[in-house]
């Protein structure tokens, strides 16, 4: 039985934490928490990177899934938001993707395919909204078009292959919305292909799940191998004549976490042409802080009850939900930004730099991010550590996008 009810007295008497929880002025608070790296939206320079610095191109952006559960409107920037466009434009954003995201249980095939089309156009509509800031983006040419305009370039990933229902008919209509990568699976619940974390599928990639790869290569819509078992990221690179990424996972060699890449799956990786776009989550970057998570399950618990509790008022409940991630800080730290330039660092080691991008995750793991990097206005602090380590400005700007760029590119030349 949970002794954790809800409301913010409760999570004061429980947990001690009275200076995070009860804080009302979020705007202290979140200053002294950022220190010196931290940039409020309002002090954002007008978009200063953008015009001048490398094509940067995040393969996985989460926000999506806060556009549909809190109401965000990315033209506004409260600090509870990792990606609207005054932080984008901060950071210099060249083109995202924007993640498709549902659940891939407790959910009938039905409800998931229905998903895919309410996020696909709840997104769509986002982006409408904000002609002056952005446009939503299918090929690579948009990308470039994107960075000549200066606007940010919004392309389409759905993350998980049970938002197809094993249809092809429905996999071809999502390519005709936008989507240009399909993440074959999520956590299990896809009957073609093995997941890498709960999986109640087959171990690798099905003739079933071979056809729909084969069908997303004629296409030009890529696979996303992110939450695919070690047996369906060999089988799918087996399979596919075009270049795969794995938009969101580090690697395996730096942190044992089970959906990061073993060297020979980044030597594989490199064979193929394709990208991994390490990602920020510190869960999968560190294993010291992954261990010290246990000590987060009540506040997760806290979470989930602000989420029933503030159900009829978004903008609270994001405020809410900001003060559970700072309170996670507070009790457990960050690893230092260092920790992903390991990541970039290693990859680019075993695989080559040609196939390392930046896959952030924003907006889907909390403050569970290195420190320095809390959201996507803050990345020239990601290029400036890159340069410390020693990457060229060449270097650095192939895993800012270019990598993934070229990507999409053959993608598309393999395509027809
Ligand atoms: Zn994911």
């Known amino acids: 039985m949970s002794t954790v009810k809800r409301g913010v007295d409760q999570r004061e008497i429980k947990y001690n934490l009275t200076t995070v929880l009860n804080r009302r002025d979020f ?15 309002e002090q954002a320079p007008e978009n200063p990177v953008a015009a001048t610095g490398p094509l940067y191109l995040d393969l996985h952006i989460d926000t999506p899934s806060r556009l549909v559960s809190e109401g965000l409107n990315l033209g506004e920037s409260p600090e509870y938001s990792q990606v609207d466009i005054p932080k984008m434009r901060q950071g210099g954003l060249t083109a995202g993707f924007f993640a498709v995201f549902s659940p891939a249980r407790n959910k009938t095939p039905l409800e998931s395919v229905k998903d895919a089309l309410r996020i696909t156009d709840v997104i769509v509509e986002e982006v409408r909204r904000h002609p002056d800031d952005m446009f939503l983006a299918t090929t690579s040419d948009d990308v470039l078009r994107a960075q000549r305009e200066n606007k940010i370039g919004v392309l389409l990933g759905i993350e998980g292959g049970h938002m197809i229902d094993s249809s092809i008919e429905v996999l071809r209509q999502l390519y005709r ?15 073609w292909v093995g997941a890498a974390e709960y999986s109640d599928g087959p171990e690798g990639l099905t003739d079933q799940g071979r056809e729909i790869v ?32 794995n938009t969101h996972a580090a690697c395996r060699a730096v942190a044992d976490h089970p959906r990061n890449l073993t060297d020979e799956m980044l030597r594989v990786l490199a064979q193929n042409g394709g990208v991994l776009g390490v990602a920020y989550f510190t ?13 987060l399950r009540e506040i997760g618990q806290q979470r989930s009850a602000a989420r029933r509790e ?32 390991d990541h970039i660092e290693h990859a680019a080691t075993v695989a080559g730099i040609d196939h390392v991008g930046l896959g952030s ?5 909390g403050l569970k991010l290195p420190a320095g990097l809390e959201h996507i206005g803050k990345t020239p602090n990601l290029i400036a550590a890159m340069k ?19 990507a999409m590119q053959a993608a598309e030349q393999a395509a027809g």
């Not at 069908?215 to 060999?234: K, V």
Request: with cysteine; proline share 3%.
């Open 27 to 41: 705007g202290i608070s979140t200053a002294a928490f950022l220190g010196a790296c931290g940039t409020t939206s």
């Open 361 to 365: 995750d924003f907006d889907s793991v």
């Open 214 to 245: 084969r069908e997303m290569n004629r296409l030009g819509m890529m696979a996303d191998l992110s939450h695919a078992s070690e047996q369906a990221f060999f089988d799918t690179i087996d399979t596919s004549v075009a270049p795969v990424l």
């Open 310 to 341: 503030f159900k009829d008022n978004l903008q609270r409940l994001s405020e809410e939900l900001w003060k559970l991630n700072l309170a996670e800080v507070e009790l457990i730290g960050t690893p230092p930004l260092s920790r992903l330039v």
């Open 388 to 406: 410390d380590r020693g990457f060229s400005d060449e270097d650095a700007a192939k895993v800012m996008g270019g990598n993934a760029l070229r």
């Open 177 to 191: 919305l936008g989507a240009r990568y399909l993440g074959l699976t999520h956590s299990g619940n896809t009957p």
């Open 283 to 295: 869960g999968m970057l560190d294993d010291g802080h992954r261990a010290r998570f246990s000590e």
